[in-house]
Nanobody, 114 residues
Framework: QVQLVESGGDLVQPGGSLRLSCAAS????????VGWYRQAPGKSRELVLGIRSRGATDYNPAVRGRFTTIRDNAKQTVYLQMNSLKPEDTAVYYC????????WGQGTQVTVSS
């Protein structure tokens, strides 16, 4: 059973940057097939970005040009680099496969506020 653990969330000012981490234990998770998702208060969970098996990335239009993902094969860890953060980026962020097939982790809270 794969366990996903997201970390790195914090309170950050608008315009700031943050890097989230996604670590997985157990088999069944590939860093070559990863999606980042988020759920804002009162809203449904949505895709932030997803990496396809051939390397292409699907972006939520709201984050294109500001967010990117970094994969560390040695550590089997995926990072979400978030730049130029906006208050509307406030949400709990999750990682999963792309599309999501695994049990969701606890997520990590990102709050963008001055």
């Amino acid at each position: 059973q794969v366990q996903l653990v997201e970390s790195g969330g914090d309170l950050v000012q608008p315009g700031g940057s943050l890097r989230l981490s996604c670590a997985a234990s157990g088999s069944g998770f590939s860093i070559n097939d990863v999606g980042w998702y988020r759920q804002a208060p009162g809203k449904s969970r949505e895709l932030v970005l997803g990496i396809r098996s051939r390397g292409a990335t699907d972006y939520n239009p709201a984050v294109r040009g500001r967010f990117t993902t970094i994969r560390d094969n040695a550590k089997q860890t995926v990072y979400l680099q978030m730049n130029s953060l906006k208050p509307e980026d406030t949400a709990v962020y999750y990682c999963n496969s792309f599309p999501p097939r695994l049990n969701w982790g606890q997520g990590t809270q990102v709050t963008v506020s001055s």
